[in-house]
């Protein structure tokens, strides 16, 4: 598969997802607002922040997994009130998570998040998270774990922060 093809089904899922965000006229990867960073070969980045907590479906948008490339997820400010515990299993690239200001009222942090060598930032704050943070010592690069305000959510005795 060229690597032309992959940027276009990247944009694709991307126009699926939000297709008054990401315009089939328009190409996926130049808009000044940088809704989407991309390199030559895969969505790299993303933000699809609605800014009004209006979205069209509650639920996570799943189909995200087939952005492998992606190192970069912006989706606060949205309404989402669940989040699938294995949404990130495929990011192998992953280095940036921010999901404040979602309703994940009552939902602990995807496990699928664990054991991502680059993963320096990861934000949940205003969500309402249960439960324990999941043990991120294998996350040698995290530098910034923000979970606060309206959350519920604890260390366990053996989980290690080096952040």
């Known amino acids: 598969m060229s690597n032309t093809t992959l940027l276009q089904q990247d944009c694709a899922v991307l126009r699926n997802l939000w297709p008054a965000m990401f315009p089939a006229d328009k190409d996926c990867c130049d808009f000044t607002d940088k809704r989407a960073q991309c390199?030559?070969?895969r969505i790299a980045a993303i933000s699809a922040t609605d800014g009004n907590g209006t979205t069209v479906d509650n639920a996570f948008p799943v189909q995200l997994t087939a952005?492998?490339?992606?190192q970069n997820?912006?989706?606060?400010?949205?309404?989402?009130?669940?989040?699938?515990?294995?949404?990130?299993?495929?990011?192998?690239?992953?280095?940036?998570v921010n999901l404040d200001d979602n309703k994940f009222t009552g939902l602990p942090i995807p496990s699928s998040l664990i054991n991502k060598p680059r993963l320096?930032?990861?934000s949940f704050s205003n969500n309402g998270m249960?439960?324990?943070?999941?043990?991120?010592?294998?996350?040698?690069?995290?530098?910034?774990?923000?979970v606060f305000l309206h959350s519920s959510l604890r260390l366990n005795s053996h989980n290690a922060l080096h952040c």
């Open 39 to 41: 390199t030559k070969t």
């Open 67 to 70: 952005l492998t490339g992606l």
């Open 73 to 96: 997820i912006f989706l606060n400010n949205n309404s989402y009130t669940s989040i699938p515990d294995n949404i990130f299993a495929n990011f192998t690239n992953l280095a940036v």
């Open 120 to 122: 320096k930032f990861l």
């Open 130 to 146: 249960v439960g324990e943070i999941p043990n991120f010592e294998n996350s040698k690069n995290l530098t910034y774990l923000y």
